[in-house]
């Protein structure tokens, strides 16, 4: 029944209900694109496959920059606004998160445009849909939009890995889904017993603090713990990295780059805001996990003979790395973050399409040896590879040189304050892994410049190698100028 009160209260809702929207434009932007581009593409039926793929590539491409032109504004007028009931905070940190992964999601389209290679409808919902998780989540303050938005990101991932109708696929998507379900399931528990205790389901709200504060340890670790591995299964963090392996060798390049880099960097970006409001002393937990997630991704990357497994162990690995600002104080937190993942994302899309280029049977085994003479045969782009291998260990001239070397430096301050004996183990087997990491990533390189064969490969040449010049120029650029890159999302 509609009362007096209720129509007098209702202006104020509304107002509530809409309060920030005006600075959330490249997110509604994105929400808008996608039911555009579903309606789009009934005017595509019918037509030859050519002029349907050029179209939702074209389509996808003018949303993405425009969404970038709105989203680097915004960053570069540092605006800090809450949304709708402060259930989303728009914030210089957010900010430049969200203007990264919409440029690794256009260079992503953009190559996958120029390579001519598929996109169908499923693909492009499932691409959109990830994105748009992506970028809520990194602005999401309240408990219910994470998850939504956490959702979001994972039913897109669901549907990209479920396009492989053959044995294999099904044999990736599969656990993937079901591993998937139950920890949204665990996430929503955690999300009711926190709740419970602290009657509210935003972070920044004194009353969450207060309320895990005074709680019995045991139950509030509990709900954490729950929370935490709907988080950490986006990162593939150990214990929930399982899927990875199968998932990343099922989909070509564009996608493996895609899921290992957007939802990653979003949650890692969650993760620094979430861990600051958490009274409860959490350095040891994300210092043990994350050891754990650098052993099982390098130590298990060592005994691969199928070069898509091992970039996806290799990845688990990477996500270690990621969170690993979590235990960073927040604003370098943040600055470390996003140069890291700048470069990791370029190096994640230059060394996945140039594997994924290699004329090979899907799941083959043993395929490291059909890399043999490839440094030979296609000079530039065994050259390129070679330099992405680099960056993805993090030597010079790579800019993950710097990002590491950052990393370890803050680890080593965090430690002198705090005498945390996990924060120094973890810094120490983070130092050694990436010695180890050099023996697995120059296998393929071993077998490119050591070993003869007959590899087969797209031509040589400027029209298929600029587009990697170009990624290769952007790592050692950020090696050579990593003031300048600071300086890109700087107010």
Not at 178 to 188: N, P, R, V
Not at 202 to 222: E, K, N, V, W
Request: net charge neutral; glycine share 8%.
């Amino acid at each position: 029944m509609i009362t007096p009160e209720l129509m007098q209260a209702l202006p104020s809702k509304l107002q509530g209900i809409l309060q920030g929207y005006e600075h959330i434009l490249p997110e509604l932007l994105i929400s808008a694109w996608i039911l555009f581009s579903i309606i789009g593409d009934l005017f595509l039926v019918g037509k030859n496959d050519k002029n349907t793929r050029a179209w939702r590539y074209l389509l996808a491409e003018i949303g993405l920059i425009i969404a970038l032109l709105l989203a680097y504004q915004r960053m570069k007028q540092g605006i800090e606004s809450f949304v709708s009931f402060k259930m989303l905070w728009v914030n210089p940190g957010a900010n430049a998160v969200n203007c990264l992964i919409l440029l690794v999601g256009l260079g992503i389209i953009g190559i996958n445009h120029y390579q001519k290679k598929s996109f169908s409808f499923e693909e492009k919902i499932g691409f959109f849909s990830i994105l748009l998780g992506s970028l809520l989540t990194s602005l999401s303050i309240h408990f219910s939009s994470i998850f939504l938005s956490i959702e979001l990101m994972s039913m897109g991932t669901y549907i990209l890995v479920g396009l492989r109708k053959d044995q294999d696929g099904v044999r990736a998507a599969l656990p993937f889904i079901l591993f998937g379900m139950g920890t949204s399931a665990m996430f929503l528990y955690g999300l009711s017993l926190i709740y419970g205790m602290t009657g509210t389901m935003q972070f920044l709200d004194p009353a969450f603090s207060r309320g895990l504060a005074t709680a019995d340890p045991y139950l509030a670790g509990t709900a954490l713990a729950l929370v935490g591995t709907g988080i950490l299964f986006k990162m593939s963090w150990v214990p929930f990295h399982p899927w990875s392996p199968d998932v990343m060798e099922s989909l070509p390049a564009g996608w493996m780059s895609w899921i290992s880099t957007a939802p990653k960097i979003a949650v890692a970006w969650l993760g620094i805001r979430m861990v600051h409001f958490i009274p409860v002393q959490m350095q040891a937990v994300i210092a043990i996990l994350a050891i754990l997630t650098l052993l099982v991704g390098n130590l298990g990357a060592l005994n691969q003979t199928n070069a898509k497994r091992l970039l996806a162990y290799s990845s688990i690995a990477h996500g270690g790395f990621l969170a690993m600002a979590w235990l960073m104080p927040a604003e370098q937190g943040v600055d470390s973050l996003l140069f890291y993942s700048l470069v990791y994302s370029v190096s994640t899309i230059l060394v996945f399409f140039i594997v994924d280029e290699l004329e090979s049977r899907a799941y083959e085994i043993h395929d490291l040896g059909n890399w043999s003479g490839f440094g030979q045969t296609y000079p530039v782009r065994g050259l390129l590879l070679f330099l992405g291998f680099i960056a993805l260990i993090g030597l010079p001239p790579a800019g993950t040189f710097i990002a590491k070397v950052n990393y370890f430096s803050l680890l080593w301050e965090k430690y002198q304050l705090t005498q945390s004996n996990p924060i120094l183990a973890l810094l120490i087997v983070a130092v050694l892994l990436t010695a180890v990491s050099i023996y697995y990533y120059l296998r393929i390189p071993f077998h490119m410049y050591f070993k003869k064969g007959d590899v087969q490969h797209p031509a040589d040449s400027l029209k298929n190698n600029w587009i990697y010049l170009v990624l290769g120029g952007i790592i050692i650029g950020c090696m050579l100028f990593p003031t300048l890159i600071f300086s890109i999302w700087k107010p």
